[in-house]
């Protein structure tokens, strides 16, 4: 469905949005590096911003709360979860490729039939926007989250997010989050080589949204030596602290994905990975390993 956007700057012959740090400028008849916004003419020939996604929901499942990852946030428990199309990183190892970059199909269900899905699943403890970057479905989170928080004030509201999001419109959305797990991917040469995008921005992000009262955690996929150096392990680490000691870091191992070829994460990369972040954080949780993995990576 389009929607008239948020966050933009409508000149002659092109238009300025601001929703995310790439402050795409947008000609006539073209979208911005997300794919789902575009600048379009009104019936009165104004040039204005159009998200293209708005209540298109490509995927939804209840899953465990703890898949997000969230390992402190209600555990135990199931949540509703939805994701649209499109993305603002261009990461060469995503996960989601299929709704991220490419074409897919989708349901059209407005915040209301959102909210009726959600009394309808009375086992979850509320929405996870996920699979997709949520960031880039903005307005449609924002309404969705707004109408959950009236009606339903007990439900929960969880972003599943790359954190890449200019401060305002963060700052508008938070007060209807309760819990988020943003992305830090690596050190600012890992952003803008693999992901497309700038690491301060999504620093910004984490530390907004904690001052802000929302239940953070975070997660970084651990791609080989790429971003598992004493370095930038030490950067990220040392940032988290700084922000909130008590902030869970679940680590993930990398496995082969869309445009990245890279070996799979060796096991040995994980634990040196998981014990240099252990020094500076106090809660450090693999993912995507094996039990026996598991025990293999937190063993001294």
């Known amino acids: 469905m389009k929607k008239e956007a948020m966050f933009y700057e409508a000149f002659d012959d092109h238009v300025l949005c601001h929703l995310c740090p790439h402050e795409c400028n947008?000609?006539?008849?073209?979208?911005?590096?997300c794919r789902v916004r575009g600048a379009l003419r009104d019936e009165k020939g104004?040039?204005?911003?159009?998200?293209?996604?708005?209540?298109?929901v490509s995927s939804l499942a209840v899953d465990p709360v703890e898949k997000k990852p969230l390992g402190r946030f209600c555990p135990g428990t199931l949540i509703l979860s939805a994701g649209s199309y499109g993305c603002n990183m261009k990461c060469l190892f995503c996960q989601n490729y299929h709704i991220a970059h490419e074409d897919t199909e989708t349901l059209f269900m407005t915040p209301q039939d959102m909210l009726e899905k959600v009394r309808q699943h009375r086992?979850?403890?509320?929405?996870?926007?996920?699979?997709?970057?949520?960031?880039?479905?903005?307005?449609?989170v924002l309404d969705t989250a707004q109408l959950i928080k009236s009606e339903m004030p007990e439900k929960k509201i969880v972003l599943v997010t790359n954190g890449y999001i200019n401060p305002e419109p963060l700052k508008k959305l938070l007060p209807y989050i309760d819990a988020m797990n943003i992305d830090f991917k690596g050190d600012n040469e890992f952003y803008k080589s693999i992901c497309s995008g700038k690491?301060?921005?999504?620093?910004?992000?984490?530390?907004?949204?904690?001052?802000?009262?929302?239940h953070v955690e975070v997660s970084t996929l651990i791609v080989g030596e790429r971003n598992s150096d004493e370095k930038t392990l030490t950067e990220i680490g040392e940032f988290i602290k700084s922000v909130n000691p008590d902030i869970t870091l679940h680590i993930s191992r990398y496995f082969p994905c869309y445009r990245m070829s890279d070996p799979t994460t060796d096991i040995e990369t994980m634990k040196k990975t998981y014990h240099t972040l252990k020094k500076m954080l106090r809660d450090v949780r693999p993912g995507n390993v094996t039990s026996e993995e598991f025990r293999r990576i937190t063993e001294n």
Not at 123 to 140: C, D, K, M, Q, R
Not at 199 to 214: C, F, N, Q
């Open 26 to 33: 947008i000609k006539e008849g073209n979208r911005g590096m």
């Open 46 to 56: 104004m040039l204005r911003l159009y998200t293209f996604n708005y209540a298109e």
């Open 123 to 140: 086992e979850s403890i509320g929405l996870a926007f996920t699979y997709n970057e949520p960031t880039v479905w903005y307005e449609y």
């Open 199 to 214: 690491m301060k921005e999504v620093m910004d992000s984490i530390r907004l949204a904690d001052e802000m009262g929302v």
